[in-house]
């Protein structure tokens, strides 16, 4: 049964299945669909600075500081950004995967302030709408990584040398 499940954990996907691949943007779709959302509440003008600066990030700063050194350049990776990046940017060497993680820092925001803006929205209108939402993004958030985790990262060729899983177990090394 132990070999069995190594076998099992040693699992490596050479391109994702268009399932999980769908799965994860329905996720990534909402969080940015409230982000945009939340920030267009509190001004519109927020909202068009989210987007841009989600778009500019997603379309520049993942590519080049993570896909371009990626195994899944070119290929369906666990978002499908690879298959993209693959069209628009050169591969690097594979061996420089981690040396661009630290930009990933630019990518974060995408994700962390729309909680912010939905926690500033709840204080001021204190109302059961924004407690929902806020609770609900928080949910998503979470669900996201969990999905990540399981169906992302889980079977990744680079999980092993990859600095963003740091859920790295005994298991899976």
Same mark, same amino acid.
């Given at each position: 049964m132990?070999?069995r499940?190594?076998?099992?954990?040693?699992? +490596? &996907?050479?391109?994702?299945?268009?399932?999980?691949?769908l799965?994860?943007?329905?996720?990534?779709?909402?969080?940015?669909?409230?982000?945009?959302?939340?920030?267009?509440?509190?001004?519109v003008?927020?909202?068009?600075?989210y987007?841009?600066?989600?778009?500019l990030?997603i379309?520049?700063?993942?590519?080049l500081?993570r896909?371009? &050194? +990626?195994s @899944?350049?070119?290929?369906?990776? $666990?978002v499908g !950004?690879g298959?993209?990046?693959? !069209?628009v940017?050169?591969k690097?060497?594979?061996? $420089? &995967?981690t040396?661009?993680?630290?930009?990933?820092?630019f990518?974060?925001?995408i !994700?962390f302030f729309p909680?912010?803006?939905?926690?500033?929205?709840?204080?001021?209108f204190?109302n059961?709408? !924004?407690l929902?939402?806020?609770?609900g @993004?928080?949910?998503?958030?979470?669900?996201e990584?969990?999905y990540?985790?399981n169906?992302? +990262?889980r079977?990744?060729?680079?999980?092993?040398? +990859?600095?963003?899983?740091?859920f790295k177990?005994?298991?899976a090394?």
């Amino acid at each position: 049964m132990e070999q069995r499940e190594k076998e099992k954990i040693e699992v +490596c &996907f050479q391109e994702y299945p268009k399932a999980f691949v769908l799965g994860r943007l329905l996720l990534l779709g909402i969080i940015f669909v409230s982000g945009a959302y939340t920030f267009y509440q509190l001004k519109v003008e927020l909202s068009f600075i989210y987007l841009f600066y989600s778009v500019l990030t997603i379309s520049l700063v993942l590519p080049l500081s993570r896909c371009v &050194f +990626c195994s @899944y350049h070119g290929k369906l990776c $666990n978002v499908g !950004w690879g298959k993209i990046a693959g !069209w628009v940017f050169p591969k690097k060497t594979e061996e $420089n &995967f981690t040396s661009g993680y630290d930009y990933m820092l630019f990518v974060y925001p995408i !994700w962390f302030f729309p909680l912010l803006g939905s926690l500033v929205q709840l204080a001021r209108f204190k109302n059961l709408f !924004w407690l929902v939402f806020s609770v609900g @993004y928080i949910l998503i958030l979470v669900l996201e990584k969990v999905y990540l985790k399981n169906s992302g +990262c889980r079977f990744c060729s680079q999980r092993k040398i +990859c600095p963003g899983v740091p859920f790295k177990s005994e298991k899976a090394s």
